[in-house]
């Protein structure tokens, strides 16, 4: 950090002799002589002097007053190892002192000039909140100021404004808005200027107001390297298409700060308190649930909106107030078919097929704890791996479970009074939970059928593809399922968001690249609406319902994920909605 050296000077030049002047009223023999010698700019002479008096001293009295001194002279003699030193000692011996406010002011100079910016805005608060000198005062409020102005965001979460009587807090945040202003970080002054009223406060809001329109500044923090690299580059390539058109057609300007997560945590949480600290509006990611958590605690005690596009897990939003999940949470679906399947098709026996998955087993488990609390039977789990392509053991004990053991030992005879086999047994359930993927279900759905297991199926996000529907109705049977985005493409607007991409980028977007447009496009809807500052924004957010995004709609609940959870069936080779 760079010295501000006229502002700092003037401080010290005033601290030389009023804080002399005090000291000379207790012992005028003794340090009159040292304080001519400051006057008369001979530091090191100085230095010599109250060393010598310091280490002679057998007065307790006198002890206080030569440490100060002994210090400052050190100070202007260059001496900052010493003088540091004896102004730290004389805090730690003499917490009481009058010299105490005077010492950390010291301090902070000395560690200012060392680039030590957090330690010296320490000192500093620490003799604003001690000192009764109100000229002093002025002196530390400026140094503050300029710390701020210089040293950047960084800073604030340094400053503990209830630490100071009530009388000296709103000076403090005045000093702090100042700074924040010359250093063009607009974004934290409104809630921090909320706890002033008065004038100068009034006079700094307007100020914010008129940059806060001329500056905008969005966040984004994407895995742009590393092994998710380009479902990170998918996204930002949405948001980069919604954020150009926005600007061309408000005409503002609006600056993106991309950074790169690398696909950790750690990272997305380091970057997410810059944007925090900094003059960042809204930001937008990260990309999974493990980044978003670490970035959404990180948010936990700021004012910063963070939209994640891709995240799916529970229970995210609840760790910051200013968090949104765009996709609906992986529970919320598990739970939202459970119900459905209770309340509305009647059924209480359900059977559950789940892939290995973390979020395929987060749906299954959601599922069933619902459906347990409902009423319901769970007649039994069965997993696979991803991989998986032979279902035949699954299938069968499944059909166990309904019928007792089944055995191929035995002789099975069917309605016509033919021996089959025990796979060919037919065996009716109410339902089968199955929350997989399209490739699954394209391997899983045709087994179910060849071993004559009958069920009504439910399923998730994953049914919700062309594969799934191609198969027909005669391997489907009645099936329902949960989206967020079933049809999206189908819409005027999706079919111009597709159109603009291939012109930009050369090739077909995807899901990714939708949910990136659409969560840029919430932030700049929230803009167009002369929403400028994060409480606006967030507000903003807070009430959107039924948004029709390219990706699919958005509702956010009260915990600020997406609620829109809609139920459709499969018919005629389309997904049809039956209930909201």
């Not at 409020?141 to 800073?155: M, V, Y």
């Not at 053991?405 to 939970?433: F, H, M």
């Amino acid at each position: 950090m760079t010295v501000t050296k006229n502002r700092l000077a003037a401080g010290i030049g005033f601290l030389l002799i009023v804080v002399g002047a005090a000291a000379v009223s207790d012992d005028r023999l003794t340090l009159s002589r040292v304080q001519q010698l400051l006057e008369d700019k001979r530091y090191v002479e100085a230095y010599q002097v109250v060393t010598q008096l310091y280490a002679a001293n057998t007065d307790p009295a006198m002890a206080e007053a030569l440490l100060f001194h002994k210090g400052k002279a050190a100070y202007y003699a260059g001496y900052l190892t010493e003088s540091q030193e004896d102004f730290q000692r004389l805090i730690d011996s003499y917490p009481a002192s009058p010299f105490v406010p005077y010492s950390h002011f010291f301090r902070g100079n000395i560690q200012y000039r060392e680039k030590m910016d957090r330690p010296a805005l320490l000192s500093y608060l620490s003799a604003y909140r001690l000192s009764s000198d109100n000229r002093l005062d002025e002196i530390l409020l400026k140094s503050i100021e300029t710390a701020i102005s210089l040293g950047g965001s960084l800073l604030l979460e340094a400053i503990n404004y209830t630490a100071c009587a009530e009388e000296k807090k709103c000076p403090l945040i005045f000093a702090v808005a100042r700074g924040l202003l010359a250093q063009k970080n607009y974004q934290p002054l409104r809630g921090l200027l909320s706890e002033c009223p008065g004038e100068e406060a009034s006079r700094l809001l307007s100020q914010t107001e008129i940059l806060l329109k001329q500056q905008i500044e969005i966040g984004i923090a994407l895995p742009l390297s590393g092994e998710l690299q380009r479902f990170g580059e998918s996204v930002l390539d949405g948001a980069v298409l919604m954020l150009e058109g926005f600007q061309r057609e408000s005409g503002l300007r609006i600056a993106p700060q991309i950074y790169d997560t690398k696909g950790r945590s750690v990272e997305a949480g380091r970057i997410l308190k810059r944007f925090n600290t900094g003059g960042v509006a809204a930001a937008i990611g990260p990309l999974t649930s493990e980044e978003t958590a670490v970035a959404s605690a990180v948010l936990a005690c700021g004012d910063l909106p963070l939209i994640a596009p891709a995240a799916s897990q529970g229970g995210l939003t609840e760790l910051a107030g200013t968090c949104f999940q765009l996709q609906p949470s992986l529970d919320r679906q598990g739970i939202r078919m459970a119900e459905f399947a209770w309340g509305k098709l009647g059924v209480d026996t359900v059977a559950i097929i789940s892939p290995t998955t973390p979020e395929n087993l987060a749906m299954a488990e959601a599922f069933a704890d619902r459906f347990h609390q409902l009423g319901g039977t769970i007649l039994g789990t069965e997993y696979f791996r991803t991989r998986e392509t032979d279902f035949g053991p699954i299938i069968v004990d499944i059909k166990s479970l309904a019928i007792g053991r089944i055995s191929d030992s035995l002789t099975y005879i069917n309605e016509s009074g033919d021996t089959i086999k025990a796979k060919e047994v037919p065996v009716a359930i109410d339902a089968i939970y199955i929350p997989a993927s399209p490739e699954q279900l394209t391997q899983l759905l045709p087994q179910i059928d060849f071993y004559n297991l009958d069920a009504i199926y439910l399923g998730s996000e994953g049914w919700g593809d062309k594969q799934v529907y191609d198969l027909g109705r005669e391997v489907l049977k009645t099936s329902y399922f949960t989206s967020s985005r079933v049809n999206g493409g189908v819409t005027p607007a999706a079919r111009q968001f597709a159109k603009n991409f291939r012109d930009k980028y050369g090739r077909e977007p995807g899901h990714l690249e939708a949910v990136g447009f659409d969560a840029m496009g919430l932030i700049c809807g929230a803009l167009k609406s002369s929403r400028y500052s994060r409480s606006e924004i967030a507000e903003y957010l807070k009430n959107i319902s039924d948004y029709r995004g390219i990706a699919g709609v958005v509702s956010f609940g009260e915990k600020r994920d997406n609620i829109f959870m809609p139920i459709y069936t499969i018919e005629s080779g389309d997904a049809r909605r039956v209930e909201f």
